[in-house]
């Protein structure tokens, strides 16, 4: 889910732990998603998540605009299943055609990371572990958080 900012982070996960306080406080807004338990009142259909909820506070200023208008959004990447994700609004428009109702076209997705690519996508951690007595966070995806930066913050005894 894409939220607007870091107060929707308590009202959507059952617990916060404090190491994810200190990720989201460093790389929100931008390329790190958090899975986290869901709260027992979140009750949209986001397919079986086993009880978790994946979290992020985007960088990208239109979309942020409209995460203030409508609030939180459960979003999937714009291509077909077995696909590359689209990076702009044309090849999402090229790939889903009509039916999707409307486009937003703020150029290429996924730049503004020094040292990565446009497409390689956010970095996900499942902090779900995190709310165990020495439980660990997962380093789920590698992507445009470096791996190094979420172990420095969280700590490396604290990730597998």
């Not at 990720?23 to 949209?44: H, K, M, N, Y």
């Not at 702009?88 to 290429?108: H, I, K, N, P, R």
């Amino acid at each position: 889910m894409l939220i607007p900012g870091v107060e929707t982070l308590d009202a959507l996960a059952e617990t916060v732990p404090d190491e994810v306080r200190a990720l989201v406080a460093e790389f929100w807004p931008g390329g790190l998603t958090v899975i986290l338990p869901a709260r027992d009142s979140l009750a949209w259909d986001l397919g079986e998540t086993r009880g978790t909820v994946a979290l992020r506070v985007p960088s990208n200023r239109v979309v942020l605009e409209l995460l203030a208008e409508t609030g939180p959004l459960a979003v999937s990447s714009a291509n077909l299943t077995g696909q590359p994700a689209a990076m702009t609004a044309a090849e999402a428009e090229g790939m889903l055609g009509d039916s999707v109702a409307v486009y937003l076209d703020d150029g290429t997705a996924g730049t503004g990371y020094e040292g990565f690519d446009a497409g390689t996508g956010s970095t996900i951690v499942d902090a779900t572990g995190l709310v165990r007595p020495g439980g660990r966070l997962r380093i789920v995806r590698s992507g445009v958080i470096a791996d190094s930066a979420i172990r420095e913050i969280v700590g490396a005894d604290k990730c597998l």
